[in-house]
């Protein structure tokens, strides 16, 4: 549709008619901001920026074409002002009883990509061209950057590779043998690839004189994560795993090693060999001493998607990570941003909420950038500005499906420029570029598909149980190596099957406790796993001596990981039976000692300023220890008279541990 009016526009530059062409995402702004308004205390008049776009294109004497090209989803709200321009009268008349006429040179053209929420009067007073997604279809997409390669045979290679592999990739889409996590249309697939292919046909890894067979090589591997890449897991069904059978099945000219899936491999520069991505898995390297949350494990999963967000990346691409809470989405895009050369690229953080709108977005990206010369903004040197911005689909959709906050990004990324608020004065940024991880269970699910295209997808998955073993085991046998009562073989087979027994009853629970309309905060994911092992983490090792402390720690932070989330005693009976028989089963020597209360860690075991999260040896001293505190803080302010009986306690000490939580707060 831009490339429609954009040709046009072209064509009046071509006779010399000298066009204007305005364009503005009227959700962008309030309604205020863009019509203006009256000040309720000062009674003074404040511009609207629509209204002075129009006022400047009136007050232009030439008889040259001028557009204002209202480019963004339509609703009752700010139509309606324009019913006056464009019937008859064509007049703008504002709340100063301003009126603006819109002469015989200028239009009002807008682009949308539906009429969902446009009233009848709107849809009568403008001429509608329907643009179908067959008209053009994405081989123009794929033509036109093919056109841009060097050579003829390389265009010719190319040409010849998109039509042996593209039509039946899209068309399994289409059949919906596969899905993607989230909608997408064939461009998006197609300029994926263009951008991955960019990444990969380099002089490096394809010299002038190699042979054709390189050429499909790398043209399958970015076809497979252009088509494959936003594929996901569907309860039973992986994807992934479907999309993998068809494409051995279908394509025959390159050879897929038999073990795993054609995602479990790369191209080895040297060799151009399929290898697996494991090789490339650096060794394990966990500090105990920092968050967990902050440290990211290598697995195969985090190799590859790093791979690809750092390829596509520095080539300027916009990458979007998709995938339920707990996959590491953001700790991956966090890991591979902070080894970007800080000279080249500068990073900022933004994460986002359902009270985020536009404005609040706007300053939060105009914060790192600097002014270059006019009206061109960027970031300070000549550095790339990279905005991470996490929980992407959280802001708030209005009752006519838009979400405002994301027409700031889409404005930058269609026209690589927004309007200052105060003074309606165009911002040209360059140099930046969009990386977000967003959650396909939460907030809108999804994001208009106008802004989704200009992203390359990337569904992160769920980790498999030999993914989290691998990541739980290293984390815990750091920790726990002063376990003194067994050997190293004995301590290193007994961690392994606690391990397996923490990832198997973590996936009992979330299959027992469903959310349902009563109980719709029963969301047992991966976080509520990590924040087991978090916890356990926080404990002090020169308490942790022997198999069945280990086992006592983690029933606590089981019990208040996901037992306290339980709202009635049935509930709580049920999940602290299951606890018990897993437990009893799992391990030989547990007894009804492991199971004794009270069962409580605290930081505060040991006295106030004691800081150990360790065991409270009895309720009678930890009510001492809470006691005195009470008693130094009434000495120094109004005096609370709590009765501290024994629930009182118990939850004193749960708080107590959520505070002390790294991001216990959230």
């Known amino acids: 549709k831009t490339q429609i009016w954009k040709t046009l526009f072209k064509t009046y530059q071509n006779m010399k008619r000298r066009p204007h062409a305005i364009d503005l995402d009227p959700k962008a702004v309030t309604n205020d901001e863009l019509f203006g308004y009256m000040h309720r205390q000062t009674h003074e008049w404040k511009d609207g920026l629509f209204s002075t776009i129009m006022r400047d294109l009136a007050n232009m004497t030439s008889d040259s074409p001028k557009w204002i090209v209202l480019d963004g989803d339509i609703d009752p709200m700010w139509i309606e002002s324009l019913n006056t321009v464009m019937d008859d009268n064509k007049v703008l008349t504002l709340a100063?009883?301003?009126?603006?006429?819109?002469?015989?040179?200028?239009?009002?053209?807008?682009?949308?990509?539906?009429?969902?929420?446009a009233t009848p009067a709107t849809v009568s007073r403008a001429g509608i061209l329907y643009v179908s997604t067959n008209d053009i279809g994405y081989s123009p997409v794929y033509v036109s950057w093919v056109e841009q390669r060097e050579s003829?045979?390389?265009?010719?290679?190319?040409?010849?590779?998109?039509?042996?592999?593209?039509?039946?990739?899209?068309?399994?889409?289409k059949s919906g043998r596969v899905k993607t996590i989230t909608p997408l249309v064939d461009v998006c697939h197609i300029e994926m690839l263009c951008n991955i292919l960019d990444c990969l046909l380099t002089p490096q890894n394809l010299p002038a004189d190699c042979p054709k067979e390189w050429w499909e090589l790398y043209f399958v591997w970015a076809?497979?994560?252009?088509?494959?890449?936003?594929?996901?897991q569907d309860q039973m069904i992986d994807y992934r795993i479907e999309f993998s059978k068809w494409f051995i099945h279908e394509f025959k000219s390159i050879k897929f090693p038999p073990h795993g899936t054609v995602f479990d491999y790369s191209i080895e520069p040297q060799s151009k060999r399929l290898e697996p991505w494991s090789k490339l898995v650096d060794e394990i390297n966990f500090d105990p001493e920092l968050p967990d949350q902050?440290?990211?494990?290598?697995?195969?999963?985090?190799?590859?998607?790093?791979?690809?967000?750092?390829?596509?990346?520095?080539?300027?691409?916009?990458?979007?990570?998709?995938?339920?809470?707990?996959?590491?989405?953001?700790?991956?895009?966090?890991?591979?941003?902070?080894?970007?050369?800080?000279?080249?690229?500068?990073?900022?953080?933004?994460?986002?909420?359902?009270?985020?709108?536009s404005e609040m977005l706007q300053n939060s990206l105009e914060k790192p950038l600097e002014k270059k010369s006019g009206r061109t903004y960027g970031a300070p040197g000549n550095r790339q500005l990279i905005y991470f911005i996490d929980d992407f689909n959280m802001p708030e959709r209005d009752k006519y499906f838009t979400v405002q906050a994301h027409t700031i990004v889409?404005?930058?990324?269609?026209?690589?420029?927004?309007?200052?608020?105060?003074?309606?004065?165009?911002?040209?940024?360059?140099?930046?570029?969009?990386?977000?991880?967003?959650?396909?269970?939460?907030?809108?699910?999804t994001i208009d598909a106008r802004l989704q295209r200009h992203f390359a997808t990337f569904a992160v998955p769920l980790s498999n149980k030999n993914t989290l073993h691998t990541i739980y085991s290293k984390m815990l046998e750091t920790k726990f190596s002063n376990i003194n009562k067994i050997d190293l073989k004995t301590q290193t087979s007994f961690l392994n099957q606690f391990i397996t027994v923490v990832i198997q009853f973590h996936q009992r629970v979330s299959s027992i406790f469903l959310p349902t309309a009563i109980k719709f905060h029963y969301f047992f994911n991966l976080r509520d796993l990590s924040n087991i092992v978090?916890?356990?983490?926080?404990?002090?090792?020169?308490?942790?001596?022997?198999?069945?402390?280990?086992?006592?720690?983690?029933?606590?932070?089981?019990?208040?990981?996901?037992?306290?989330?339980?709202?009635?005693?049935?509930?709580?009976?049920?999940?602290?039976?299951?606890?018990?028989?897993?437990?009893?089963?799992?391990?030989?020597?547990?007894?009804?000692?492991?199971?004794?209360?009270?069962l409580i860690y605290s930081h505060f075991s040991g006295g106030i300023s004691d800081g150990q999260y360790t065991a409270v040896s009895s309720m009678d001293k930890l009510q001492h220890v809470i006691e005195d505190a009470l008693a130094s803080y009434n000495e120094t302010n109004p005096s609370m008279n709590l009765v501290l009986f024994e629930d009182a306690l118990i939850h004193i000490a749960r708080i107590n541990r959520i505070l002390e939580s790294p991001r216990g707060m959230r």
């Open 96 to 117: 100063s009883n301003e009126r603006i006429p819109l002469n015989e040179t200028m239009r009002l053209l807008f682009e949308i990509s539906h009429l969902k929420t």
């Open 152 to 173: 003829n045979s390389e265009r010719n290679q190319l040409l010849l590779l998109f039509d042996k592999y593209i039509p039946r990739c899209l068309e399994l889409l």
């Open 223 to 232: 076809t497979i994560w252009a088509i494959g890449g936003s594929l996901f």
């Open 294 to 357: 902050s440290q990211l494990i290598p697995t195969n999963e985090t190799v590859r998607l790093s791979f690809w967000l750092e390829a596509l990346t520095k080539k300027g691409v916009s990458v979007m990570f998709i995938g339920s809470a707990g996959t590491g989405k953001s700790v991956i895009i966090k890991n591979r941003l902070e080894k970007f050369n800080s000279q080249n690229f500068m990073v900022s953080t933004i994460p986002l909420n359902y009270y985020t709108t």
């Open 410 to 445: 889409r404005e930058y990324l269609d026209y690589q420029h927004w309007y200052d608020r105060q003074k309606f004065t165009l911002k040209e940024i360059r140099n930046c570029q969009f990386v977000v991880a967003m959650n396909q269970n939460a907030g809108t699910f």
């Open 534 to 598: 978090q916890g356990m983490l926080l404990a002090s090792s020169k308490n942790i001596l022997t198999p069945q402390d280990v086992i006592r720690l983690y029933i606590h932070e089981a019990e208040r990981t996901y037992s306290d989330k339980l709202i009635n005693q049935d509930d709580i009976e049920l999940f602290n039976k299951i606890l018990r028989e897993t437990i009893r089963k799992s391990f030989e020597f547990v007894n009804d000692e492991t199971f004794i209360r009270p």
